[in-house]
């Protein structure tokens, strides 16, 4: 089956600058999340969306993150503006269903961002 | 916050040795998961275990877990160099939805 498509691979921008990322998971899997991962960290959870519908955002910076998924299917991370500390992996990652006991999910090779 | 602490940050062993890596947590879980993330890329994940079970293995890996001691480990036996990678458990917990990530284990198996 195909993996986790995530776009760009790589971005570098400027302070105050605007990102978008985007991901598209494995076919017929609800549950999407995007994750940060800060160098030498683990993944954070930014966002989880179940379909189309947002199950829990607590930890997105909701001032200058955003984030969609429309239909369901593809999803898109937006960062305006950003910040020197927004530098990290963005990863997105998705399960068959919700956050049930025992769902692994599978990830993308990330978007790696640069703001200098 | 993150969950999951994992213990040692770093380790360097040689092939075909074995290598242990530790996590504890915090509060009470349903499920812990062991992820690899080689360098460059995406979390890969490894094995699940459940609150009610001791012990799992699949192929090389042996996870422990002792929810006593809110600790567990992960073995893996006879090391190869493609195994250098970090090591991240990840904990579920009742209640929440989010699996929360310890900061990882850095594994270098040396050739």
């Known amino acids: 089956e195909a993996g986790v498509a995530q776009s760009p691979r790589y971005k570098i921008i400027e302070k105050r600058q605007s990102v978008a990322f985007w991901c598209n998971p494995i076919?017929?899997?609800?549950?999407l999340y995007w994750y940060q991962q800060i160098l030498g960290q683990g993944p954070k959870l930014l966002i989880q969306?179940?379909?189309?519908?947002?199950?829990?955002d607590s930890q997105l910076p909701k001032d200058r993150f955003s984030a969609e998924r429309l239909k369901g299917v593809d999803s898109t991370l937006k960062i305006q503006p950003a910040k020197l500390e927004d530098s990290a992996v963005y990863l997105c990652a998705s399960s068959l269903v919700g956050d049930r006991e025992g769902q692994s999910r599978t990830f993308g090779s990330g978007t790696r961002l640069t703001v200098v | 916050s993150q969950q999951g602490e994992e213990d040692p940050q770093a380790l360097s062993i040689q092939e075909g040795e074995n290598a242990t890596m530790n996590c504890s947590y915090k509060?009470?879980?349903?499920?812990l998961q062991w992820y690899r993330q080689n360098s460059g890329r995406g979390l890969v994940h490894l094995i699940l275990i459940r609150s009610n079970e001791r012990e799992k293995h699949s192929g090389r890996l042996r996870v422990t877990l002792d929810t006593s001691k809110k600790s567990s480990s992960l073995l893996i036996t006879a090391s190869r160099a493609a195994d250098t990678a970090s090591y991240f458990c990840a904990t579920g917990h009742t209640g929440r939805r989010a699996l929360t990530f310890g900061s990882g284990t850095r594994l270098q198996v040396q050739p």
């Open positions: 509060t009470s879980i349903n499920n």
């Open positions: 076919s017929g899997h609800a549950t």
């Open positions: 969306f179940q379909n189309n519908g947002v199950v829990d």
